[in-house]
């Protein structure tokens, strides 16, 4: 867009038919053009040696040309295979910051006959501008994507790491998966823009993370807890806040893990927190984890009815809930946006094979 600002705006400015912005990649010794004012065209590649585009690579020259077909300089082959008749001719470098040559200005066809000095001096103005700005432009590209690589990279190892929590409890496998899917739907429910429902499915996925400093003879026994057990057994909140607070690539990412055992009414543990006291992000999870917890077999349990967990849900509206976040899984749950019987069917058969 900013190429093809330039080139418009230029072609404007010098009262010429056509402007073309070639940019200079040095790495393969090419110049390559996206746009082409007046001419519909793909990316256009050429050696940085050839031509006039080229010339002025190679020696940041100035080439101000007024018959172009009387100039040896000058390759017609374009002209033959558009139809297009080139006749006069401004070609100029643009420089960056430190003046070096990052492309060329190529402005065709002034509409009253030729490129004067001071056309020359007007696109040397607009240059010294364009270099600064494309080469922002092209810095902020690379950033993109190499930031885009990383997020590439990032979502794969939180993955990763989410699995090997569920794979040390074969029975709760897939809790951390489903947990990011429900608090991901309640938060679009909710209204959560893109960049905070980002955070919020990455935290929900490690909000268990904790549980890798619970020894397995707490994680999986199967009879009732002692009072000591218990008490351990809670302390994975506060060791998952520890793990991820250090996480600094994604922001507040521990308030999931330290806070998702809160209640709305100040009753949860370990900090007492009550209503909006608690994160957002840690209200939607916790209603989404005790959802989970409900819904799925336990290592000292199974699943439960789901009229039970619907009863659940309302009972703990205001208490363990925040009633607002309670409404929305209820509004999931009835209009089938969460489809609890394709889900138990799913686990049936899962079940069934192992």
Do not use: W
């Not at 998702?260 to 370990?270: L, P, S, T």
Request: net charge negative.
């Amino acid at each position: 867009m900013l190429i093809k600002t330039i080139a418009e705006e230029t072609k404007t400015a010098l009262n010429a038919d056509r402007c073309t912005i070639f940019m200079y990649d040095k790495e393969n010794n090419e110049l390559y053009s996206k746009v082409a004012t007046g001419l519909d065209t793909k990316e256009l590649r050429i050696p940085a040696d050839k031509g006039l585009a080229g010339h002025v690579v190679q020696t940041g020259e100035t080439i101000n040309i007024k018959d172009a077909y009387n100039d040896k300089r000058f390759n017609p082959n374009v002209d033959k295979k558009t139809g297009y008749r080139t006749k006069t001719i401004l070609c100029m470098p643009i420089k960056n910051f430190n003046q070096e040559i990052i492309g060329v200005f190529q402005v065709l066809n002034k509409f009253d006959e030729y490129f004067t000095p001071d056309d020359e001096d007007l696109l040397i103005a607009i240059a010294s501008s364009a270099g600064i700005s494309l080469e922002n432009a092209q810095l902020f590209e690379r950033q993109r994507k190499l930031l885009e690589e990383q997020k590439v990279v990032l979502d794969s190892f939180i993955e990763t790491l989410a699995t090997s929590i569920d794979a040390r409890d074969k029975i709760t496998s897939g809790h951390s998966s489903r947990v990011k899917m429900y608090s991901s739907l309640i938060a679009q429910e909710f209204g959560m823009e893109k960049n905070d429902l980002y955070i919020l499915e990455k935290a929900a996925a490690l909000h268990d993370i904790g549980k890798i400093g619970i020894p397995d003879r707490i994680l999986n026994k199967p009879e009732r807890l002692t009072d000591e057990e218990y008490k351990e057994m809670k302390s994975h909140v506060v060791k998952g806040g520890e793990i991820l607070k250090s996480f600094t690539l994604i922001d507040n990412i521990e308030e999931g893990a330290l806070y998702h055992h809160e209640r709305y009414d100040g009753k949860g543990y370990v900090h007492g927190l009550k209503g909006e006291e608690i994160p957002l992000n840690a209200r939607i999870i916790g209603i989404a984890d005790a959802f989970d917890a409900m819904t799925a077999n336990r290592v000292y349990r199974k699943k439960l009815d789901m009229d039970f967990v619907l009863g659940e849900l309302k009972k703990g509206r205001g208490t363990q809930f925040d009633p607002q976040l309670t409404d929305i899984m209820l509004h999931l749950i009835e209009t089938g946006q969460i489809d609890m019987q394709r889900l138990y069917d799913n686990a049936n058969v899962k079940e069934e094979e192992e």
